[in-house]
């Protein structure tokens, strides 16, 4: 194996830019739906409660925190899993948008569920992105390493001579 292939071109600034603008935007519309429900303005407030809303919260932040690291890692060591990692982002925002609208057109009593589950499911989307972005980058890596080595012929015709 040779390690003298060319080091991948970092994805460019922007991108990653604009795709931890779009995780942070994300993140940004689902506090706004849980502050809309009331969640963080219901009357009398206990230790109970408060810890409750804080670790709930915390909880439905925690994907887009992961998603946000998966770009960051994107970015710094697995460069060439950029499109990846933008096509996980573009999931990660559609997902959560069409589950809110979802949620706030819903009537059923248990749609508040929808705070339980979603993180679960955006994980699922971070690890997925994550993967993808390793797997695409190792391949790329390997079919740039393939292109640059000298081509002896087939292996068999050289173990003959």
């Given at each position: 194996m040779s390690t003298d292939a060319a080091p991948p071109t970092r994805p460019p600034r922007r991108l990653t830019q604009g795709l931890?603008?779009?995780v942070a935007l994300t993140a940004a519309g689902l506090l706004a739906v849980m502050v809309w429900t009331g969640m963080w303005t219901q009357g009398a407030w206990s230790a109970g409660s408060l810890l409750f809303s804080v670790g709930?919260?915390?909880f439905n932040l925690a994907p887009f925190a992961a998603m946000a690291a998966v770009v960051v890692l994107v970015?710094?060591?697995l460069q060439r899993g950029a499109p990846a990692a933008a096509l996980g982002v573009v999931a990660l925002a559609a997902l959560t948008a069409v589950l809110l609208v979802s949620f706030v057109t819903s009537e059923s009593s248990t749609a508040g569920l929808l705070f339980l589950f979603?993180?679960?499911y955006l994980g699922l989307v971070a690890l997925v992105t994550l993967a993808l972005a390793a797997v695409l980058?190792?391949?790329?890596?390997r079919r740039a390493?393939?292109?640059?080595a000298p081509d002896?012929?087939?292996p068999h015709e050289a173990a003959r001579a």
């Open positions: 931890l603008l779009v709930l919260t915390a970015a710094r060591v979603l993180p679960v980058h190792r391949v790329l890596q390493q393939r292109r640059e002896d012929g087939p």
